[in-house]
């Protein structure tokens, strides 16, 4: 257990299209919040005295506290875990929310990496996203984080009718930046966006990939994820161990973790919403079986470029995938969607842009592993 997720649901306005766990700040909210995170961390500490290789603060904007707040939260984690070992503590922020006396005080607090949630540089596309910066901003911001030492993340969206991507990309890859996650606008129900039927086009998307990864290789960023790309040794620290299907803890409200408890396969732990996470209600707890436990490694390994050990999976949950999922494997390796090598199992970069098919197809042809042990 050596990363911990800590989520920070405030931010300085709502954007129509976001469905996380987000909101507007007040003081005496604020302050509760934080007493009773304090509290979480003392009690996850106990159980799980690390050390923390990885700290993960997203949102929400965490950046949106004050300076006072910061120091408070992050030096509750220093309390209760030290930072020996910390090899990586990324901090989520907008574009607004900092500057260089700020950014200071972040190395301060032990933050080594910024993930700004840049979205596009173009005007009228951050407008259409509810965006509170402008395109200057954004890239001065992104400019100046990289000033002050910090590696630094910048998430891209795509798929917005308008958005010249390729512009978009090439103006974030030209700031140096080592990292660019990159996401397609996706339109949820309960959101502005949902509610006014905005639609993405389809086929916008599927070229948006394409040219995501031309672009950004062309600058020395490898597609290493689904929807990251990084300058080799900047890949995310903290994201590649859920990738790779570590454990980790995942405190605050909303926030998810996945614990060693409840089994040989460990337990998906999520805390409840920011009423009932205050009133200490209960997390809720999914514990894993051999099955669901498979599906996991393939949902999040085949993500990756690095893909999946197959023999190891198969130590591990009791079978193997060709007992479980012979067909399966065979198509996809057949139409040149998954590559398998030895005891390695990746996605080729076709399999990756269809990678939802791809599982898919897996959960409705698998068996389930108590059938293998006894046939
Ligand atoms: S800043 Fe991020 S978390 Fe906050 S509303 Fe906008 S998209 Fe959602």
Known sequence: MNALYLHVPFCPSICPYCDFHKMLRHEGLVARYLDRLEEEIHHYARLYPGPLRTVYLGGGTPSHLSDAELTRLLGAIDGAWGRQGRVETTLEADPLTFDRERLALFASLGVDRLSIGLQSTQDDVLRYLGRVHDGAQGLEAVASALESGMRVNVAVMTSMEGQDLARDLGAVAETGAGHVSVYSLTIEENTPFGRRGYQVDEELDATAFELTGAVLSGYGLEHYEVSNHAVPGQESQHNLSYWRGDYYLGLGPSAS???????????????????????????????????????????????????????????????????????????TTRHGLLRQEGALLTATPTGLQRLDAVMRAFVGSRRPVAAVSRS
């Open 257 to 331: 973790a996945y614990l060693p408890s409840h089994g040989p396969f460990g337990a998906r732990v999520k805390q409840p919403p920011i009423k009932g996470w205050l009133a200490g209600a209960a997390p809720e707890v999914d514990v894993l079986d051999a099955d669901s436990f498979i599906l996991e490694r393939l949902l999040t390994g085949l993500r990756t470029r690095a893909g999946i050990d197959t023999a190891s999976l198969a130590a591990r949950s009791g079978a193997s995938l060709e007992e479980v999922a012979a067909a399966w494997l065979h198509d």
